[in-house]
């Protein structure tokens, strides 16, 4: 069914020429509407048919406040015309807006957050499951079709610009944004944050990986100074970022609020300059953050290209045309960097498909997009415990539905990727649930069951129902929000109430609706823990039919659960209570050991290692083989469906050199390689994967080299981190090579 949204002529209306672009025109005097000739070709010519004025209009960004806010600010500062220009033509509720340049056919970015779908407070959109639910599909396909489908809906509200692919790694497991990203480990994160944006740039506009880089706690996220190695970065965050964007192409990089040794990262020549641009031979642009400039001179020279998303205030004059004008006069910037900022603009225009592919306003079919979502839900609910087999759920005459706003709908995050929901928001305690209620699609699932439902407000009332009912279901709720990082003890009484209704009813099953990691001290007391992390728009279905059996489990963390605080690589979070902009610093020192490196180097056993997910069929593998390949290695192996359901089997690789200190590793093991597959019960498949050289080397900063160190590597085959039964062993011989893509061809997909 195809809901043509009222806000579509709401929309038309504001956007007037959405993109502002004149239909490609290909001849001789404007050759960069040609999309016969090459990006950089097209470029290359356009900037040279652009006055000054005209260029800077491509570098600052404007964010919606400009509507109100613009006008305020003096003439000589924005000109009357630029003033007009904006406030006629930013979509109103979006996340900014940068002008093109009618009169050659260049079209205004029209941006708009996030990974989860099109945020805009005046429009609905479909809700993708969260990241990091995503990312538990351990599926690239699955984050592809969700990246295809909320790029559609950014395209059909007039937007050319998504701010999508947040790639940071769960370093901190108390970080805010976890759910906005996609994990812990760099290659499941770069695989599935690439795959996100290659799906979202399929639909002809550019998307953003983000935050540029090691933003990894939002506490003081616009002070905090991050001290952390070359190499560490290289082997872990910065490794994420380079995974995603050989997969994804984004046309454009968000660096990001925090400083980094010392240097702001939208004015870090090392991050911008040496590695994006240089190592990684990027040839689009880097937008800051929104407010994320601290300097004109310092943020253009040191790799910025885009002063993005600030309106007005006067204390921050780099935000407009007469500071760079100024520096131009002076000598601070050259011009040739000004052309460099304008013609990567320019690049991503021509080749990401916004100039030639204008966005218009047109009616979204929103069935079918919230189907692409509860597709990725079933895929990504990760099915921690199933003592006993209660699940799934099957004979059962009575449920007792306990807690967790299960009557009203599924927990979504907060911050700038909170998108507001087809059907509307269900706001409770000022958060954003989806309406999606798991409660609605149980009784939907099973019709014949009585199914009641108890807020669990109170523990001994819950327990009461508990105990008349078959099974009792408790719902949880993590509440994560951007701007501030969070504890992994549920809040309120839901680890009492837990622990109450297992002491009531020994067939108690946990639904946790989280953001990331938590605690659980009632574990031992419940045979069934389903983690749903925040499912998106029919998360309440999705959770029903994998309860009930329709759907057959196949998520898998992405991040390990620490099973107390101790565990942690930092007791507390750096700078926790300072008020916001307090300057304040950490030290990354577990380097590039995060996760279940960590927990491996350490020895500390978690609740839940990453990779971890049960299935209701069982999966057998086989036939290991390895094979060293030039620099990669070759894995192959069968995997059976031993077990009396369809499925889907993640098997997972992992590389241990016999010796990781003298390998130079961070820790033991690391992922090498993953894989999904379907199987019916009996079917086998054989399974050829390739391990990345990168995953097997350290980096060495001294000659800007990856390192392959001679000695006996196995690989290691099973289904989390823990669960390791196959393995086989390669040697390989000493191997250095140039971290640059420029010099070396290392990517291996
Ligand atoms: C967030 C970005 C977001 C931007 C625009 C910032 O505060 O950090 O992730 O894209 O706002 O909304």
Known sequence: MIRTIAAAAFLSALLCTAAGAAPANPSTDRPWLNPALSPDARAEAALAAMTLDEKLRLIFGYSDQALTELSKVPDDIVAP???????????????????????????????????????????????????????????????????????????????????????????????????????????LAGAMAGALIEGIQSNHIISTIKHYAVNDQETLRTSLDVTISAAAMRQSDLLAFEFAMERGEPGSVMCSYNLINGRWG??????????????????????????????????????????????????????????????????????????????????????????????????????ANAAVSQRAAEESLVLLKNDGDLLPLRRVKSIAVIGGNADRGVLAGAGSSDVTPVGGAVIIDNHTFLPSPPLAALKREMPKARISFDAGTDPAVAAALAAQSDVAIVFLNQHLSEGSDH????????????????????????????????????????????????????????????LTGKVNPSGHLPITFPASADQLARPDIAGLGAPDGTPAEVLYDEGAAIGYKWYDVKGYTPLFWFGHGLSYTRFAKSGLAARPDARAIRVSFSIRNVGKRVGKGVAQVYVAPADWKKAGWEAPKRLGAFAKAELKPGQSKVIELTVDPRLLATYEAAGNNWHIRAGEYRLLLGDAANVLPQSVSVTLGDSVWSASAATTAAVVH
Not at 151 to 177: D, F, I, Q, W
Not at 279 to 303: E, Q
Not at 504 to 530: C, D, F, H, K, S
Request: with cysteine; charged share 15%.
């Open 266 to 367: 939208c004015e870090n020549d090392y991050l911008l300059n040496t590695v994006l641009k240089g190592d990684w031979g990027f040839k689009g642009f880097v937008m800051s953050d929104w407010g994320a400039v601290h300097s004109t001179v310092g943020a253009a020279n040191n790799g910025l290209d885009q002063f993005t998303g600030f309106c007005c205030a006067a204390d921050k004059p780099w935000f407009a045309p007469p500071a760079i004008k100024a520096a131009l006069q002076s000598g601070a910037i050259p011009q040739s960097r000004i052309d460099d900022m304008v013609t990567r603009i320019l690049w991503a225009l021509f080749a990401k498909g916004p100039a030639d592919n204008p966005v218009k306003v047109t009616p979204i079919d929103y069935a």
């Open 81 to 187: 015309d630029l003033k007009a220009y904006v406030m006629s033509h930013l979509v109103k509720g979006s996340a900014g807006f940068v002008p093109g340049v009618p009169r050659l056919g260049i079209p205004d970015q029209t941006q708009t957050d996030a990974s989860l779908g099109v945020r805009n407070s005046f429009l609905p959109s479909t809700a993708l499951p969260s990241s990091l639910g995503t990312a538990a599909s351990f599926d690239p396909a699955v984050a592809r079709a969700g990246g295809v489908m909320i790029g559609g809906e950014a395209r059909a509200t007039g937007h050319n610009t998504m701010l999508s692919g947040g790639v940071n790694l769960a370093r901190e497991p108390r970080n805010g944004r976890n759910f906005e990203y996609t994990g812990e480990d760099p290659l």
């Open 487 to 546: 504890v992994l003890e549920l809040t309120g009484n839901q680890d009492a109430l837990v622990a109450a209704v297992a002491k009531a009813n020994p067939r108690t099953i946990v639904v946790a609706e989280t953001g990331g990691a938590i605690y659980m001290p009632w574990v031992n007391q419940v045979p069934a823990i389903l983690d749903a992390f925040y499912p998106g728009i029919r998360g309440g279905s999705a959770i029903a039919r994998t």
